[in-house]
């Protein structure tokens, strides 16, 4: 179970801080999306911010439902 939920608490941290910027705007280099490109690339990734909190959730309910 812990390694589960640290391994959710890491990938929530990075997700987190992609999304929110805390990577340099040039890490994407002069190729990167602008404009509604941007927008359209960010709408489609903004799902993967659940996939921490998700995997923490699936996990506490296997070891609920499997504790014995």
Do not use: D
């Not at 801080?17 to 002069?30: C, I, T």
């Not at 960010?42 to 699936?58: Q, S």
């Not at 996990?59 to 504790?67: A, E, K, P, Q």
């Amino acid at each position: 179970m812990v390694p589960a939920l640290l391994g959710a608490l890491a990938v929530t941290a990075l997700t987190t801080q992609m999304f929110w910027g805390g990577w340099p705007a040039e890490a994407g280099g002069s190729e990167a999306p602008q404009g509604m490109a941007a927008l359209i690339m960010n709408a489609c990734y903004v799902p993967m911010l659940l996939w921490g909190p998700l995997v923490a959730v699936v996990t506490v309910s296997y070891t609920l439902r499997h504790r014995k």
